[in-house]
C-alpha cells in the first residue's frame, strides 16, 4: 500500500498548526463534533432537493465513545460519509475545506448552515492523538474507506469496513507526559463537560455510554453494574427559541448556568437580528456591580458563538468600553469556526455586529430610563459611572450616544435628573446649565457658590462624583446650553455681573493686601455681589476648576 505525503505547504500549515494556531488542546473535540454536524446537515440538504432521501430525525446522531483500555477515543456520525476521494482531497490537503465547496454548490437554506469553512479543523486532532483513523463511507455507495495518518508522516486510504453510511474516527490519545496530561480525553466525565461548554447547542444528539456501578435497588449494600447512553447536548439553545416562549425564570437559570454573575439579571435583552447580518443575542444588565468590574482585572466581552457552537469565551471586539458591564452571548452563521483572534479583530461581519449590538444595548438602556425609572436608576447606581467614563475617555465622540443616559443629582429634590430634564425646566432668562461640586449634597449646598444660583431659583446638578465634571467637560453644551461651574468669575447671573467699581477702589489698599499674603495661592482678589450669607468665596478663571485642579493633581502621570 502507497503512503502518500501530505502536499508540502500542507505538512508546514499542519506542524503550525498543531503547535499554534490552537492553544487549548481540548478544542479538538468541539471541531470533531462539528464535522460531524456538517456532515448530517448534509444529507438533510439533499433531503430538501431530492425526492427519494426522507430525513428521519431519530437516526441522525453523533456518538463519543472512550476506551480506556486501548487508549482511543472514537466519534462516530451518521452523516453523508466520504468516498475514497474525498478522503484524500478533503484530508489529505489541509485547508481545502470541503464544506466551502459544498455551501457554494447549495447556497444556505432554511437557516441551515455550515459551521466550517477553513478547513484546519480536522487536523487539530493531532494535538491530543498520535495516530488518527477515519473509516468512511459515503452516501450511495457500499464501500467504505479507511484513511489512516500519524501526523506529519502523511497518510494511507485503504478499503475498510463499515455497515453503514457515515463515518467514524478513532484516536490513538497520546501518552501522558511531564506537562501534559491526555488522560482527560479518555475520562467520561470531563468529555461530557467538554460537550456541553462547547457543542451543547448542535441540533443533533450528541450520545455518550455512561457505566458505572450503582446500588441494586432496594438495597443498601449490593451494587451492580450498568451501562446508559445518554444524550449530552441540549440541542436547542434558548437564544434560538422564540421570546414568547420564554420566561423571565428561564433567562435568569440561562443566566446563572452560563455563571455570568451569581447574582440576578436586572435586565434581559433578547434579539434575533436578520438582515445585513445576521445574529441572535441574548444580553444581560447585571444587577450587582462585579467585585472587580471597577479594577484593571476586569475583561469585558461576550460569548461568541459561530451557529451554534462556542469560539470565544469573551470576545472583547463585541462590546465598547462604555457598555462593558454587558454579559451574554452572540451566535452568528455569518462567522467561520476556526476562525483566530487576530483574524476576528478584521472580520467586517463582526464589526457589523458589534455596532448594531451597542445601538440596540443604547435603546434598551434608553428605553428602561424611559419606561421603568427606578430599574434604570438601580442600574445608573452600579454602572453610570462607567458610561461618564465612556463619554470622558472618547474626548464626547460618544456624546449623541451616551449623553442622554446620564443622571446627575440636583437641587430639585435631591434626586438624580437628566440633562433633558434640567433643560426643559430652565426658565428663559437662564443662560447656563449650572453645576456645583464637592464631596456631598450637603456640603455643596453650604458652599458660598452655590448660594448664588440657588438663591436666584435656577436648579443646581450636585456633582459628587469626581468623574461628573470631566464628563461634562467633554460634552461640552446640551441642547445648545452651556454648562457653568458656579466656581466660575463669570455666572451669567445679572446683578452679579457688573462689579462694583466703587467698591473695588475703596478697598484697593486692602485688596493689595490680602493678594500679597496669599500670592502664589491666588491670582487676584475683587469684590463680590454673588456673595449674600458667606463673607468670601472662591473662583476660578479659565476652564479647569478647583476640583479638577485637585483631581488632576493627584492624578499619577
Ligand atoms: P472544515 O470543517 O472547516 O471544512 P475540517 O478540517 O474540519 O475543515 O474538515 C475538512 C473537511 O473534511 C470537511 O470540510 C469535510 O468535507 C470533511 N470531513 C471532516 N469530517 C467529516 C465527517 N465526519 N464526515 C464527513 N466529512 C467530513
Ligand atoms: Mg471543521
Not at 466703587?502 to 493678594?515: D, G, R, S, T
Request: overall charge negative; proline content about 3%; aromatic content about 12%.
Amino acid at each position: 500500500m502507497e503512503k502518500k505525503q501530505f502536499q508540502a505547504e500542507s505538512k508546514r500549515l499542519l506542524e503550525m498548526m498543531i503547535n499554534s494556531i490552537y492553544t487549548q488542546k481540548e478544542i479538538f473535540l468541539r471541531e470533531l463534533i462539528s464535522n460531524a454536524s456538517d456532515a448530517i446537515d448534509k444529507i438533510y440538504y439533499k433531503t430538501l432537493t431530492d425526492s427519494q432521501l426522507v430525513f428521519d430525525n431519530d437516526s441522525y446522531y453523533i456518538k463519543i465513545t472512550p476506551d480506556n483500555d486501548n487508549r482511543t477515543l472514537t466519534i462516530r456520525d451518521t452523516g453523508v460519509g466520504m468516498t475514497a476521494e474525498e478522503l484524500e482531497n478533503n484530508l489529505g490537503v489541509i485547508a481545502k475545506s470541503g464544506s466551502l465547496a459544498f455551501k457554494k454548490e447549495h447556497q444556505a437554506q432554511d437557516g441551515h448552515d455550515l459551521i466550517g469553512q477553513f478547513g484546519v479543523g480536522f487536523y487539530s486532532a493531532f494535538m491530543v492523538a498520535d495516530e488518527v483513523t477515519v473509516t468512511s463511507r459515503a452516501l450511495g455507495s457500499d464501500q467504505a474507506y479507511k484513511w489512516t495518518s500519524t501526523g506529519t508522516e502523511g497518510y494511507t486510504i485503504e478499503p475498510g469496513e463499515k455497515d453503514s453510511v457515515g463515518t467514524e474516527i478513532v484516536l490513538k490519545i497520546k501518552d501522558n507526559t511531564e506537562d501534559e496530561n491526555y488522560d482527560e480525553y479518555l475520562d467520561q466525565y470531563r468529555l461530557k463537560a467538554l460537550i456541553k461548554k462547547y457543542s451543547d447547542f448542535i441540533r443533533y444528539p450528541i450520545k455518550m455510554d455512561f457505566s458505572g456501578k450503582r446500588p441494586v435497588e432496594g438495597s443498601d449494600t449490593e451494587f451492580e453494574d450498568y451501562q446508559e447512553e445518554q444524550v449530552v447536548n441540549s440541542m436547542v439553545p434558548i437564544w434560538r427559541k422564540n421570546k414568547n416562549e420564554l420566561t423571565p425564570e428561564d433567562y435568569e437559570t440561562f443566566y446563572n448556568e452560563k455563571r455570568y454573575g451569581w447574582d440576578k439579571p436586572l435586565k434581559h435583552i433578547h434579539l434575533s437580528v436578520e438582515g445585513a447580518v445576521t445574529y441572535q443575542s441574548i444580553l444581560f444588565i447585571p444587577e450587582n456591580v462585579p467585585y472587580d468590574y471597577y479594577t484593571k482585572e476586569f475583561e469585558k466581552g461576550l460569548e461568541l458563538y459561530s451557529n451554534g457552537v462556542l469560539i470565544m469565551n469573551k470576545c472583547s471586539d463585541l462590546l465598547p468600553d462604555h457598555f462593558s458591564f454587558v454579559k451574554g452571548m452572540v451566535d452568528s452563521d455569518s462567522l467561520s469556526l476556526n476562525i483566530s483572534r487576530e483574524m476576528l479583530q478584521h472580520d467586517r461581519q463582526l464589526k457589523l455586529i458589534a455596532k448594531n449590538i451597542a445601538s440596540k444595548i443604547k435603546s434598551n438602556l434608553q428605553s428602561m430610563l424611559n419606561n421603568e425609572r427606578e430599574n434604570y436608576e438601580k442600574f445608573y447606581t452600579s454602572f453610570g459611572r462607567q458610561l461618564k467614563f465612556g463619554v470622558y475617555s472618547d474626548f464626547g465622540a460618544q456624546k449623541d450616544t451616551l449623553q442622554d443616559l446620564l443622571l446627575f443629582y440636583s437641587s430639585k429634590d435631591k434626586q438624580l435628573v437628566t440633562l433633558d430634564e434640567y433643560v426643559s425646566r430652565m426658565p428663559e432668562e437662564q443662560k447656563y446649565i449650572y453645576y456645583a461640586t464637592g464631596e456631598s449634597i450637603e456640603r455643596i449646598e453650604k458652599s458660598p457658590q452655590a448660594e448664588v444660583v440657588l438663591d436666584k431659583g435656577y436648579e443646581l446638578f450636585y456633582f459628587t462624583d469626581d468623574i461628573d465634571e470631566f464628563a461634562i467637560k467633554s460634552l461640552r453644551n446640551y441642547k445648545e446650553k452651556w454648562f457653568k461651574n458656579v466656581s466660575s468669575g463669570d455666572l451669567g447671573i445679572e446683578a452679579e455681573e457688573n462689579q462694583s467699581e466703587e467698591e473695588q477702589q475703596e478697598n484697593q489698599e486692602l485688596f493689595a493686601y490680602m493678594k500679597e499674603q496669599l500670592s502664589g495661592k491666588v491670582s487676584d482678589v475683587r469684590s463680590s455681589k454673588r456673595l449674600k450669607s458667606h463673607p468670601v468665596c472662591l473662583t476660578t478663571e479659565g476652564d479647569v476648576t478647583i476640583e479638577m485642579e485637585k483631581i488632576l493633581s493627584a492624578m499619577p502621570n
